[in-house]
């Protein structure tokens, strides 16, 4: 093999190996991506992601704090906020408790939130915290981590909004701020569409629900 052909083979050489050092990189600055929410109690992704959609949530049974057995399919009907967490993860200890406050808000118009707890110690490891912070929406015990599984969720906090029809709208992975301005939008637009389909004539919009962030406004200093 002559000189010009050894140079060329180095530089084949040379491009491959580089090739091959991204191929085997981008999966692992994904996967770094997609745990940061076990890393920081900050946002992780800014703005809701929009889903197209046409693809139902995976259905499931697991058991509440009160062992009674709970099936997704029966929230269908209202809009729900399906977010996996745990209690040793330190954004879902933030995130959570704010969920509380927008339950209270829309529970009456149809939303649920239903809380999936990855926690191997089950109810005595949930059950003083869902006291301390005084939740009152669904949370279920996913011990084995089968649901999680089955959801894909490889970082936690990760939440999903469904619409009334148990459709899969967006995600979000790590600590979003459900109550902010374009988050409650959606919500409020997804439980306006539940409520046209059976609200009689004349009957108000519910874009004139609650909107607490409104409300802090028009209240002044």
Partial sequence: MDAMAMTDLRRLWRAWHLMLVTVLAVPG?????Q??????????TPAVPLLSRTVVAPDFSL???????RRLRSFRGRVVLLTFWATWCPPCQT??????ALYQTYKTHGFEVVAVASDGQGVEAIQPFVTQHYLS???LLDASGQVTRLYGVTSLPTTYLLDRE????????GNHDWAKADSRSL?????DTAHQATMPRGAESLRRMPD?????IAAGP
């Fill in 29 to 33: 600055v994904l996967m770094l991506i």
């Fill in 187 to 191: 919500i409020l637009s997804l439980l």
């Fill in 166 to 173: 148990g459709r899969l709208v967006s995600v979000a992975i």
């Fill in 35 to 44: 745990h940061w929410g076990y890393l920081t109690d900050g946002p992780v």
């Fill in 137 to 139: 929406f669904t949370t």
């Fill in 212 to 216: 607490p962030e409104a409300q802090k």
């Fill in 95 to 100: 995130g959570i408790p704010s969920m509380e």
């Fill in 63 to 69: 058991r509440d704090l009160d062992g009674n057995v």
